[in-house]
């Protein structure tokens, strides 16, 4: 697996998909997978996981636009997944057509119609959830690092239980401010505690979502971050 894949924490379900399927997927053709659905909340790491398996597979990512704009050698990223793409899921359920992979996103999967999710298109459909604490603890060493500060002087076990309600994102941007504030200095942990006391989380603003996505994936969805 390349940088990508490996700068995105947990994912373990997600990653031994790709590993397996990873061949098929570059050589294309009628065997391989067509589309998959990611569902999760704002900041829970959609966009970062479609990037790393596009790059992984080896293509360039696009955004659909429309039927007559696609290019079969892409990843087809598909931002908020809705009726309107309907006749995208049924060009991908007709055996006969080249399409290219695609990667549909949704933050409300209980509204879509069932033939959105129809398997002879859909090859898996992935709930992206809060993360737990190993994984909190390896997203703030990450954070860390894509900002330059290769051996952070905080303990990452202590910020990974304190942010147990933020997603990858939010971590992310605790991260960002607090080095802000500390500049010309690494951050301490005293400057994170309180870049996280200032963020407005996703879970307070969005409990009932979270909520309803948790219930909904539980029937429908495989978790994103099993080993």
């Not at 990653?15 to 391989?32: D, I, N």
Request: glycine share 6%.
């Amino acid at each position: 697996m390349n940088e990508a894949v490996q700068n995105l924490a947990g994912f373990g379900a997600i990653k031994a998909w790709l590993a397996a399927h990873l061949p098929l997927l570059r050589e294309g053709g009628s065997l391989a997978p067509r589309a998959i659905v990611l569902a999760g909340l704002a900041g829970t790491g959609k966009h970062s996981v479609s990037r790393a398996i596009a790059a992984t597979i080896g293509r360039p990512i696009l955004s659909f636009t429309s039927l007559e704009a696609i290019d079969p050698g892409s990843v087809l990223l598909v931002d908020d997944l809705s009726r309107e793409h309907l006749p995208l899921i049924r060009q991908l359920a007709n055996p006969e057509e080249t399409t290219p992979f695609v990667i549909a996103l949704t933050e409300r999967p209980w509204e879509l119609p069932a033939g959105l999710l129809r398997a002879d298109a859909i090859e898996a459909v992935w709930h992206l959830d809060l993360p737990d604490v190993k994984e909190r603890a390896e997203i703030w060493d990450i954070a860390a690092k894509r900002l330059g500060n290769g051996n952070p002087g905080f303990d990452n076990v202590i910020l990974a239980r304190a942010s147990h309600e933020l997603t990858p994102a939010e971590i992310h941007a605790a991260y960002a401010r607090a080095t802000r504030v500390s500049r010309p200095h690494e951050p301490t942990e005293r400057h994170l505690f309180e870049a996280m006391i200032g963020l407005q989380t996703l879970i307070d603003a969005r409990k009932e979502d979270l909520l309803r996505l948790t219930h909904w994936t539980r029937r429908c969805a495989t978790p994103a971050r099993g080993a």
